[in-house]
């Protein structure tokens, strides 16, 4: 069974940071593209970041440019998104998919976490 399993999620202040990883167990996810989305209350679910199967292509909403950053451990099969400089409106669950980088991005990832929580306080 395919899993991927969020957590570093918390309560923070603004400017504060959080790591958030996602661990993946039942298959390997070292060929394919991994992800985050979040979705705040009342919100759609929007991406977040994306990173490529090698780590060596990344993207990024404009929202959380220069800011966040992805990275991946293949050996350890998990994705990492370290959130620097919290905002208010950072606050939502957080999501992690993995499938090839169109999917990614797209949202219609086949596999995905069952998200964590990040509130960010002012």
């Known amino acids: 069974q395919v899993q991927l399993v969020e957590s570093g999620g918390g309560l923070v202040q603004a400017g504060g940071s959080l790591r958030l990883a996602c661990a993946a167990s039942g298959r390997t996810f070292s060929d394919s593209a991994m992800g985050w989305f979040r979705q705040a209350p009342g919100k759609e679910r929007e991406f977040v970041a994306v990173t490529s199967w090698s780590g060596g292509g990344t993207r990024y909403a404009n929202s959380v440019k220069g800011r966040f950053t992805i990275s991946r451990d293949n050996a350890k099969n998990t994705v990492f998104l370290q959130m620097n400089n919290l905002k208010p409106e950072d606050t939502a669950v957080y999501y992690c998919?993995?499938?090839?980088?169109?999917?990614?991005?797209?949202?219609?990832?086949?596999?995905w976490g069952q998200g964590t929580q990040v509130t960010v306080s002012s």
């Open positions: 998919s993995a499938d090839r980088w169109g999917r990614v991005v797209s949202g219609t990832a086949n596999y």
